[in-house]
């Protein structure tokens, strides 16, 4: 109101009637008698009784209507402010002392009122303290984790390591350990979680303390507490980093009042008072008609009251606003009052478009109210609903949270409120993504889950890895009334979630609304901006976890907001039927490099964005008609080396700097539910820091990009010949509209939120259901053993019915908690959610490889997100929920198989991360049998590729996962390669049953075609990537060797030594290298033999004697008696439990059985002679391989069988056939009589000289001249080296042939 008095001076804004016909009727036609009476009625007298006629009353006009409202609120403001209040040191208004009363590094919010920790251990007190009476506050817990709260003295001296509790005089609640402390602790209480609130109690009368958890009484902590002369006590907290939480000293109506203690500060006792007389005044209207006809006053129901333009009731609520809207400025009135009143109207159920009334009191508020007064009304109306929202108690209706959200809805119906919100509080002001989130309950019983839920269930059958193998057919029938009495539970709980998720998805309807254009810019473009602006606050803090938007709630907005999207995808092809259905959605590649979308200098495929523009400057112009002007490739490369600079020192204060940045926190975050500007406390290095370059505005235009905040509908949509956010459609992108551009944008959105944090909050809660697996083994355990106890030993059985009783007890919570998560996070729905945003992924992946180089300018993320996906969806969702159920499942496995296997090795990605992402993700894919048979199903011409990409030479390249790939393509083929696990870890507990590692052998026989049919065809591919093979095998062994012999050596020192975690991870890695190396070899031997053993072939020879040198190598090293191997082995250090004598062996068994027993006569020949050429070459190696080394190469008696611990293939009969037996042992009878003829041969023949040796290996003849140098050496040594080195050995010339030398008879 343009004035504020008694007068009916009315504001600039026009009061008209509704329409010209309404005129006669209401206008000019209300008399004095029926004026008065109405006035009268509207505004009755509270100090005297009413007049029982209106002749005794003086009449009431408009003229003196302001003076009689004057004297109706000054009655009782006399009484309120004769109130003292004793007992109370210290301001009205209290606040968090952010001058001297704290401790550590805090960012405390500008109302003094909200803080998070930023070091080790913060604490900080209230500005005021108390000696007499009985008083409250309330915290509201806005993170779970470690914070000591409660009260403490003036003396008391904090500091990084001792808080609040950790002092004589001063006396704290912990709820995260669920103890209380005052110099020492002891349990009490209970746990708290995100969203509860605590209330903190202290009778200095009775000298007591104690605590509330959201209104339920904890008991007396403390009693016997100091008081006296010179005792006050403040309110205080510690808190460690990154906890956060809001007090309430009585700024706002307290939540949970206890009654006979009273708020620290007083509530506005006198406003209130007007507030509610005032509210009750609106009632009165609302509740009266005025009958001009009849000349009487007729009651009706409020909820079909409307204004009709009548000047008599105008003008008696512009007469009540003039007072009513300064109060509502103030958030205690706000909270108290208003809220209270709006939450009324909804009581009585029903939709809320059943209640018009709350649309009609905001149309009212915009009308009659000045635009700052409705602002900061509405403002304050949602911070209030929103921490209502969050901070209130789980119940098994989930009443307070449905209630809550009603209001929400009612009021962002209304379009002013919706737009002015959206615009500047919901985003910038709120943290409004919590009014999505729905917390998950950590006390079972206070949440009502047992009522839902009365019967508990959790699997009973395990297989002997611990995996849950629950059939129908292996039920009882009473655990099978138990399962189904559980998920009939279950339903009902998901059946009340429902709801509450309905209600937030029709929130974000109302906020995605396009039709709204009366009053500006629609409601979807203002969101969209919001949302642009949100996403970019939290990808551009990732390494600040505080100032990131907490995990939990972006994956309850991500659901909500697919399912409003979806609804609008689906609206929108109705209305234009050549559009797409949702079902197909994907975003086109034109988002991508056309400059309407920013992505935050997020990487792309191909590198940074500047510098694709320069490269692909002539594809973007002639594929996508896009001009990238020289000048603005300029400013974009300037743009990128002035960016620290930008967001550095120059624009932030000194001190933030020497905090490491510490001030930037984005302009929607603060510690409960704010985002206002944060001051930053630190006792290290400044008081206090203000003002701070806020994040809000704009940073200079940057010519790569628009601005976010001054994008409009035109920029987005599109018109006349601009095409919006689609500009620059290549050839080979369809012409046919997908739908409304604004959605396209917010599903690339809602791709980068998925990217950002869900997939890993998505990850974190597995947990509950991995502990609720492992209680159920663990109680199946202890019944098995109470089962076994002998009944005379009691004392045993008494300890094992206490753990069976506990494990019950724990399972019976978690099995309730988990039906809760998996209603909320893993339940079908959510499941489909995450599968369709998959085949988003897809299908875009799949348009943007359509345009060839310009695929590069693709962010990272989407295939991020295709990968996480899918592993969410294998991995997350299961038992509940099966991916066999998602339609065109089979479909989209071999789709993504198919960009996996293109794109691991696609030279337009550039990125190391993404390429390992990449490479990860297929080695994983080909380790389960459906995953794998989706990689058999692409098409030929791709899986020949992959397989060309696969064999690539080792070297300068990733090779690990390439080597794992192929190892997994050939497990179960391989010489006693069938095992899941390997037989001495059988009988320990694995890590994670699900690991790829851990999965059932499932070869292909396909992809070892292919393999087979390149490394035939390509012999120069084949040598070099068999001789890359060889080098790295030799390199993984030796490594291993090197690592033993340091752990070794560490064990037998007399001191107490401690061998390096990490030395013994990097050991064991070397291990488990080395004989998946083995094993490729093992594959590339037995398909394709003539690599090895066809000498016609070049290298063929060489190789063969390599890969005899090396396999010599590695049996003299295991199988030698006693030695290094042996006694590390024994040693069983944790961390090497990899490492053991039948991996390894078992490896270089099968590649000896394939190129001595499985091949022709002549291959055998040639390989066994190479083999025994070796001079490391030891027959009692192959023997030892049966367990007979010690008996033939020994002529003492052999020990007694207990003493006899060599290693045997013969042991291991569940994992070596009988016919894999046999074939060792006609291995070794014929290497046996090929070694005897080999001696006797070389003893009747004639020694070589020294001099007719190699002088490189000394190990053979000469037989190679080198041109033009006409240095000599053996064949095996020349055309090893030429493999990779064409100098000579000697004189460092280029050697351009080498011929045969054979030494001339005269010498």
């Not at 209305?575 to 990487?603: H, I, R, T, W």
Request: with cysteine; charged share 25%.
């Amino acid at each position: 109101m343009s004035s504020k008095g008694g007068g009916t001076t009315l504001s600039h804004r026009s009061y008209r009637l509704a329409s010209d016909t309404d005129m006669p009727k209401v206008a000019g036609i209300v008399n004095e008698k029926l004026l008065s009476d109405y006035l009268n009625h509207i505004f009755p007298s509270t100090s005297k009784p009413q007049q029982p006629a209106a002749a005794f009353r003086k009449p009431l006009t408009f003229l003196d209507l302001g003076d009689h409202l004057d004297r109706l609120l000054a009655e009782g403001e006399a009484a309120e402010e004769s109130k003292d209040v004793d007992g109370r040191l210290g301001p009205p208004t209290v606040v968090l002392d952010h001058t001297s009363g704290f401790e550590g590094l805090l960012l405390v919010d500008d109302d003094l009122l909200g803080v998070i920790g930023h070091s080790n251990f913060s604490s900080i007190r209230a500005t005021t303290c108390v000696f007499k009476g009985k008083w409250s506050y309330e915290v509201l817990i806005s993170s779970q984790g470690l914070m000591q709260i409660g009260w403490c003295t003036l003396n008391c001296r904090f500091n990084q390591e001792e808080g609040v509790g950790d002092t004589e005089d001063s006396y704290a609640y912990d709820g995260n350990r669920v103890r209380k402390w005052n110099v020492t602790t002891t349990n009490y209480g209970k746990s708290w979680a995100a969203g509860d609130i605590v209330t903190c109690l202290i009778d200095l009368d009775e000298g007591t303390i104690s605590f509330c958890l959201n209104g339920q009484s904890l008991g007396t902590a403390f009693s016997s507490i100091k008081i006296g002369p010179g005792l006050a006590y403040f309110p205080a907290i510690s808190l460690s980093f990154k906890e956060s939480v809001a007090f309430n000293f009585g700024s706002r109506p307290l939540r949970y009042p206890v009654e006979g203690y009273q708020p620290l500060q007083d509530p506005p006792s006198a406003d209130l008072l007007k507030a509610e007389r005032l509210l009750g005044y609106i009632k009165n209207v609302f509740t009266t008609k005025i009958d001009t006809q009849e000349g009487k006053l007729l009651v009706k129901d409020s909820a079909a009251w409307e204004l009709q333009g009548e000047p008599t009731v105008l003008v008696t609520l512009a007469h009540i606003f003039n007072h009513f809207a300064p109060l509502m400025c103030k958030v205690y009135l706000v909270e108290g009052v208003l809220m209270r009143f709006l939450l009324s109207i909804l009581e009585g159920g029903g939709s809320v478009d059943e209640h018009p009334l709350i649309q009609k009191l905001l149309d009212l508020m915009w009308l009659l109210m000045e635009d700052y007064e409705v602002n900061e009304c509405l403002k304050q109306l949602m911070m209030s609903l929103l921490r209502a929202y969050r901070f209130s108690p789980i119940i098994p209706d989930l009443g307070f949270q449905i209630h809550y959200l009603r209001l929400t809805t009612a009021i962002l119906r209304h379009e002013n409120s919706r737009k002015y919100l959206l615009s500047n509080v919901l985003f910038d002001v709120l943290r409004s993504v919590v009014f999505f989130y729905i917390k998950t309950p950590l006390q079972v019983k206070e949440a009502g889950l047992e009522e839902l839920i009365p019967t508990t269930w959790w699997p009973s059958h395990f297989d002997k890895e611990g995996r849950d193998e629950r059939e129908a057919r292996e039920e009882s029938p009473e655990e099978r009334l138990r399962r189904r009495a559980y998920e009939r539970g279950c339903q009902r709980l998901k059946k009340r979630i429902e709801v509450v998720e309905e209600l937030q998805v029709q929130i974000l309807k109302l906020l995605l609304n396009n039709k709204d254009k009366g009053t500006g810019e629609a409601s979807r473009y203002i969101f969209l901006n919001k949302f642009r602006k949100f996403l970019q606050e939290n990808a551009s803090n990732r390494g600040n976890p505080t100032v990131l938007c907490p995990p939990e709630y972006m994956v309850c907005f991500l659901h909500r907001l697919i399912a409003a999207v979806r609804f609008y995808w689906e609206e929108s092809k109705r209305k234009s039927s050549g559009m797409l259905g949702s079902e197909e959605a994907y975003v086109p590649p034109q988002l991508f490099y056309n400059g309407k979308v920013d992505y935050f200098d997020l990487q792309r495929l191909g590198g940074l964005l500047s510098h694709l523009k320069k490269t692909l400057k002539d594809d973007l112009a002639t594929k996508a008609n896009i001009i990238i002007d020289p000048s603005e490739i300029q400013a974009m490369s300037m743009d990128d080396l002035d960016e620290d600079e930008e967001n550095g020192t120059v624009q932030r204060p000194a001190g933030a700097t020497a905090m490491g940045g510490a001030l930037a926190r984005p302009s929607w975050l603060s510690s409960p539910t704010l985002g206002r500007a944060n001051r930053f406390l630190s006792t290290a290095a400044v008081s206090l820091m203000s003002p701070r370059r806020p994040l809000g505005t704009p940073e200079r235009m940057k010519v790569r990009t628009l601005s976010v905040e001054q994008r409009t509908e035109e920029d987005i949509e599109g018109s006349h010949g601009n095409d919006g956010l689609l500009q620059g459609r290549p050839p080979e992108e369809s012409d046919q509209p997908i739908t409304e551009k604004s959605l396209l944008e917010i599903v690339d959105g809602i791709v980068m939120m998925y990217n950002l944090s869900v997939h890993q909050q998505l990850g974190k809660m597995v947990v509950v259901s991995d502990d609720v697996h492992e209680y159920a083994v663990a109680l199946k355990d202890t019944e098995e053993k109470i089962a076994r106890c002998p009944k005379q030993r009691e004392d045993i059985l008494e300890e094992l019915m206490k753990s069976q009783k506990v494990f019950a007890e724990k399972l019976n919570h978690l099995s309730r908690r988990l039906a809760w998560i998996n209603a909320t996070i893993y339940s079908k729905d959510k499941m489909l959610d995450i599968y369709w945003l998959l085949r988003v992924c897809i299908r875009s992946i799949e348009h943007m490889d359509r345009t060839g180089s310009l695929f590069a300018f693709t962010p990272e993320f989407y295939l991020n997100v295709a990968m996480n996906s899918y592993s969410a969806l294998k991995n997350y969702f299961s038992p509940s929920n099966s991916m066999d159920e998602l339609p065109g499942y089979e479909e989209t496995l071999t789709q993504l198989a198919a960009i996996l296997a293109k794109h691991f090795a696609d030279p337009r990605i550039v990125g190391t991360d993404i390429k390992d992402s990449l490479m990860q993700a297929l080695a994983s894919y080909v380790c389960y049998h459906q995953s794998l048979r989706a990689v058999e199903r692409i098409p030929e011409e791709q899986r020949v590729a992959m397989m060309k990409n696969l064999l690539a030479p080792y070297e300068q390249r990733p090779w690990a996962q390439t080597n794992w790939i192929l190892v997994r393509l050939w497990r179960g083929c391989g010489f006693g390669y069938r095992y899941t696990r390997l037989p001495h870890l059988l009988k320990t507990k694995p890590e994670d049953a699900n690991l790829p590692s851990l999965q059932k052998p499932c070869p292909s026989i396909l992809l070892q075609k292919h393999m087979a049919d390149l490394l035939s065809r390509d012999k120069e591919m084949a040598a070099s990537f068999l001789n890359s093979v060889l080098n790295q095998l030799n390199w993984a062994f030796s490594e291993f060797i090197g690592m033993i012999q340091e752990i070794q050596q560490a064990a037998e020192r007399p001191e107490r030594n401690f061998v390096d975690t990490r030395q013994l991870k990097v050991c064991a890695t070397c291990f488990d290298l080395s004989v998946s190396l083995l094993r490729v070899l093992e594959m590339t031997v037995t398909l394709v033999p003539e690599i090895f053993l066809d000498w016609t072939r070049p290298s063929a020879e060489l190789l063969l004697r390599r890969l005899a040198q090396l396999l010599n190598q590695v049996l003299n090293r295991v199988t030698a008696e006693r030695n290094l191997f042996d006694r590390v082995v024994n040693l069983r250090l944790p961390g090497l439990e990899s490492v053991d004598h039948y991996p390894i062996l078992v490896a270089v068994t099968g590649i000896l059985v394939r190129i001595l027993v499985d091949c022709e006569m002549q291959g055998a020949a040639r390989a066994s002679a190479v083999l025994l050429s070796d001079p490391c070459f030891q027959l009692h190696s192959i023997q030892h391989l049966l367990g007979e080394s010690e008996l033939l190469s020994s002529f003492r008696a052999p020990p007694p069988p207990a003493e006899r611990k060599h290693f045997s293939l013969h042991t291991y009969t569940d994992y070596i056939s009988p016919e894999e037996q046999q074939k060792v042992e006609r291995m070794l009878s014929f290497l046996t009589k090929e070694s005897k003829e080999a001696a006797a041969s070389a003893a009747v023949s004639a020694p070589t000289s020294e001099e007719d040796l190699c002088p490189i290996c000394y190990a053979h003849p000469i037989s190679a001249i080198f041109k033009p140098c006409s240095h000599k050496s053996c064949k095996a040594c020349i055309n090893q080296h030429l493999m990779n080195n064409k100098e000579c050995f000697f004189c460092k010339a280029t050697i351009t042939g080498v011929d045969d030398y054979s030494k001339p008879p005269s010498s």
